[in-house]
């Protein structure tokens, strides 16, 4: 808005306000006491551009654009700790900590004492917490201890959220007028809560009042039974004198029930054709990969979908994929879990997850 408000602009238009019959010439009085005032008139079109480029939510950096959100409750994710159950040969004490390589745990619940299980959190904040299963070593001797391993990811952990994802996010949120308990409300309230990566919000599903809430975690897979169990907790606790009284966040007069988004596995068999002297086996890591991201897609997809709507899995998108690769002439008919068919339409509390994928030759 101000590029043409430069020094040698501003010292320019200010000369040429001077009469022509006073010297203008650098060095002279006039010019002299023009240059500073154009100096600092350029600094202040220089802030003017800085304030308005923080005033919106489309340019602000992120301290500002915190400001701005904050205005309507929405904040930034901040980064949270990934929770994982273990099992050991023993019961364990809690607090005990163990060690997975450069990450520590330290055990914070009872899973179940009749087979060993504890919960344990990672004292590192983030998603690396997340890639730790495996056998864990204790930090301090624990007596009669032979095995301790960790099994599975509870809830997962969560990097802080990034600057462009929390203003998508932001703006989503305006654009759906989220307010009083709809849809949208319940959206932003469940990526409120650490593990979750979006849902699905189903009005009135057994009656006036009732609200059902299908959910998948922040790594955009199934949310585990612990994972539900903390947002249910979160949003109505299941207790009968409190359900659907306003001890969440889910408003009163709202009785809420939380799910977990079902997998639906995908296998793939694809006809491939190559150039002579090459085989399907060097391209089956890769597409491989390729598959997996756009699946990846297609679960990302849905946390932006209605209740009603659904993902579709599509056989030419594998093609394109495995066309795209290095010595691929031809793909021929695909089959989708044992199936030629050329999409396959999940339910609208599904989400698909890569299972195997068979080359053959075309």
Known sequence: MYETKTYENILSDALYRVGTKYDKRQGSIIYDAVAPFAFEATELYLMAQVIIKQTFAQT???????LRAAEYNIYPREATYAE????FSSAVDIGTRFNYEDLNFRVIDVIDLSKNEFKLVCETAGAKGNYCIGRITPIETVPGLQTAEIKEVLVPGQDEEETETFRARYIRALKSKAYGGNGADYKEKVLSIAGTGGSKIYRCWNGGGTVKVVLINNEFNKASAELVKEVQLALDPLDVDKRGKGYGLAPIGHT????AAEEVVINYEVPVTMTAGHTTNEIKDELTKKIKEKLLLRRKEWTTQEENQFVTVRSSIITSLAVDLDNVI?????KINGKAIKRLDLKPNQIPVFGTLTLTKG
């Open 256 to 259: 809420v029930t939380v799910e």
């Open 60 to 66: 602000a950096d992120r301290d500002f654009l915190k």
């Open 84 to 87: 994982v159950k273990g099992v």
């Open 330 to 334: 031809d793909v021929g008919d695909i």
